[in-house]
Each structure stands twice: as structure tokens, then as C-alpha cells.
């Protein structure tokens, strides 16, 4: 299974930048970084993925690194709805599907 | 992105007993994914159920335990059965979509 390693926890305040970071050193050529966050008592949300290039959408950007073994999620401007797990996940190939294997994820909290 | 809704949202059932859960999607999708998350836990992919196949089972999973159906291109469900206080968890169904996964909301479930 494709793995990933994050930090448990990070702290942010409101308003403020906050730069969560992944390693996934095994990852392979065909492997997409995908990330999602998971709010207090919802499933899963998508947040924004990429393989090669940074991207970027109405909700964060995906810095990722040249060699792709390691990437990061900016969330621009914190909000308190902000806090949540987020996962870091490198979809891969599974037999005859694409699969996602969740890590234990960074537990954001906000600071007002 | 598509939009899922789950049934019950949660429940409280008896050991010995079995419970299906139902998915409903609101657009065609060919692939369906059951996973489970068990307290403070991260999720865990219990099967991918594709329209027209068997499901097929990750490692540690059976169908015995846990059926799946697949009739159409809307709908699964996911049958927890002769369920005991180790099967008290999250269930959660998703979808793919353009290489992204959307979850439903979950049901929640307790076995005494």
C-alpha cells in the first residue's frame, strides 16, 4: 500500500496561513497526492490533488516537490471552519481499480 | 460533484443481529467503495463495488460478513451481519468521480 507520513497535530490561528505537510517518499510515477479533510462528525471531503504540478483552487493550493516525495497543503487564510483531520493520500493503482489508503491524518485546530 | 445520502444514519442494534446499510448516489457512477472508521480511528476500505461485478474484498474483510449489493448504477448496500460490539463503528460509502472520491455522510452504528 502507498504510504504517507504526517505530523499528529498543528495549530494555527484565525486568519492566518497555515502550511500542513506530507511525506511519502514511496510514492510512484503514476501515483496521484490527494487530500481531503474529514470535519467533526462528517465524512471525507475532497480538497484538491495533483501529480506533478502545484495546483490550486477556490479552497487551497498543492505545493508539491520536485522529486514528489514529499508535498504540502496551504490553506491561504485559516477560518474556524477550517479545523478538522486532514489526510494526505496517494491514490494508486489496486488491481483493476484506483484505490485511497487513509493515513491517521493531521488534526488542525484554529485558534480564534 | 455528486451528491450521497446514506441510510439509516445510525442505529443501535444487538449482537447476533445484522443491519444493512443503504447507499443512494445521485448521478451514475461506476465504482462504489464501502469503508469502515472505528472510533478515533482512521478509515479503512472494507470493499470497491462496481455495477455488474462482484465486489471484490480487501484483506481482512469477507463476504460472508459483510454482503455487498450493486443493482444499478445509483445504489448499493453494504449488510453488516451477525454483527458483534467489535462491528460498532462509522460506515461510509463513496463514489468516484474524475479521479476524485466523494463520501456519503456515514452511518453511525453500535452493537451491544
Known amino acids: 500500500d502507498a504510504k504517507t507520513t504526517q505530523p499528529n497535530s498543528m495549530e494555527s490561528n484565525e486568519e492566518e496561513p497555515v502550511h500542513l505537510p506530507c511525506n511519502h517518499s514511496?510514492?510512484?510515477?503514476?501515483?496521484?497526492i490527494h487530500w481531503y479533510r474529514q470535519l467533526p462528525s462528517q465524512g471525507p471531503e475532497y480538497v484538491i490533488h495533483?501529480?506533478?504540478s502545484n495546483v490550486n483552487n477556490r479552497m487551497a493550493s498543492l505545493a508539491i516537490a520536485e522529486d514528489r516525495k514529499s508535498s504540502t497543503l496551504i490553506l491561504h487564510r485559516a477560518t474556524l471552519r477550517d479545523a478538522a483531520v486532514y489526510y494526505c493520500i496517494l491514490r494508486y493503482r489496486g488491481g483493476s481499480n484506483y484505490k485511497l489508503t487513509f493515513g491517521k491524518g493531521t488534526l488542525l485546530t484554529v485558534n480564534p | 460533484s455528486a451528491v450521497i445520502s446514506q441510510k439509516p444514519s445510525r442505529d443501535i442494534c444487538q449482537r447476533g443481529t445484522s443491519l444493512t446499510i443503504q447507499c443512494q448516489v445521485d448521478s451514475q457512477v461506476t465504482m462504489m467503495f464501502w469503508y469502515r472508521q472505528q472510533p478515533g480511528q482512521s478509515l479503512t476500505l472494507i470493499a470497491t463495488?462496481?455495477?455488474?461485478?462482484?465486489?471484490?474484498?480487501e484483506s481482512g474483510f469477507v463476504i460472508d460478513k459483510f454482503p455487498i449489493s450493486r443493482p444499478n448504477l445509483t445504489f448499493s448496500t453494504l449488510t453488516v451481519s451477525n454483527m458483534s460490539p467489535e462491528d460498532s463503528s462509522i460506515y461510509l460509502c463513496s463514489v468516484e468521480q474524475k479521479e476524485t472520491q466523494y463520501f456519503g455522510p456515514g452511518t453511525r452504528l453500535l452493537v451491544l
Open positions: 463495488a462496481n455495477q455488474g461485478s462482484e465486489a471484490t474484498y
Open positions: 514511496t510514492i510512484s510515477g503514476t501515483d496521484y
Open positions: 495533483g501529480l506533478t
